[in-house]
């Protein structure tokens, strides 16, 4: 499968915790990017890390990749009542169209 | 939602009719794409097009075809719809500039229900 793999599923924390999730897969890829997704909008693209690198920052995200282990994480730091959202991963397989697949998503609960 | 529209937004209809959704984005982008979103599934692509009149099958095309005879706009129809069917809809483009590193934007969704 070209899909990845979040975990957990499901996350809640109190506004002001760092929030981790996790995305595995099997295939070699060109990049990893990540989106997120408000209750009942489209996906809105948070940041895309390639595959030479091995962490990107962009404000409270920071988003991390491991190739060896065919991981990639990420983290919000000090979150908010308005992050509150499900977050996906997208892999760009190596060698395949430009087209990203995305896997399941973590949904991520903040509790004021 | 970067330009881009979905209609209709929410939708209830019979099993066996025809269905067609639009997507319309007002961003001159090249590449167009159509996904449903089901609980347990994630993403999944059904149909993509990458310039007019130019359309290629995703991983659960069947049961759906599309049509871009407008670069700004790109329809998906369901035949005969079934229950199976019933998801929400995402439209989504890319300017294809960025090649493998293209970032995608998306439409508002549209929620449809087959009984």
């Known amino acids: 499968s070209q899909q990845g793999e979040e975990d957990p599923q499901a996350l809640s924390i109190q506004e002001g915790e760092n929030a981790t999730m996790n995305c595995s897969y099997k295939?070699?890829?060109?990049?990893l990017q990540w989106y997120r997704q408000n209750s009942g909008r489209g996906l809105v693209h948070l940041i895309l890390?390639?595959?030479?690198?091995r962490e990107k920052h962009s404000g409270r995200l920071r988003v991390t990749l491991d190739t060896s282990k065919k991981s990639s994480s990420l983290l919000i730091t000090a979150s908010r009542a308005a992050d509150t959202a499900s977050y996906f991963c997208?892999?760009?397989?190596?060698?395949?169209?430009?087209?990203?697949?995305f896997g399941r998503g973590t949904s991520l609960i903040v509790h004021p | 939602d970067a330009g881009i529209t979905q209609s209709p937004r929410h939708k209830v209809t019979e099993t066996g009719t025809p269905v067609t959704l639009r997507c319309h984005q007002t961003?001159?982008?090249?590449?167009m794409y159509w996904y449903r979103q089901d609980p347990g599934h994630g993403l999944r692509l059904i149909h993509y097009?990458?310039?007019?009149?130019?359309?290629d099958k995703g991983e659960v095309s069947d049961g759906y075809s599309v049509s871009r005879s407008k670069t700004e706009d790109f329809l998906l129809t369901l035949e005969s719809a079934t229950s199976s069917q019933t998801s929400v809809y995402f439209c989504?483009?890319?300017?294809?500039?960025?090649?493998?590193?293209?970032?995608?934007?998306f439409g508002p969704g549209t929620r449809l229900t087959v009984l």
């Open positions: 989504a483009i890319s300017d294809g500039a960025g090649g493998y590193e293209d970032t995608q934007y």
């Open positions: 997208a892999l760009q397989p190596s060698g395949g169209s430009y087209i990203p697949t």
């Open positions: 295939t070699s890829i060109n990049n």
């Open positions: 890390i390639r595959s030479n690198e």
């Open positions: 097009s990458y310039g007019v009149k130019d359309t």
């Open positions: 961003e001159n982008h090249r590449y």
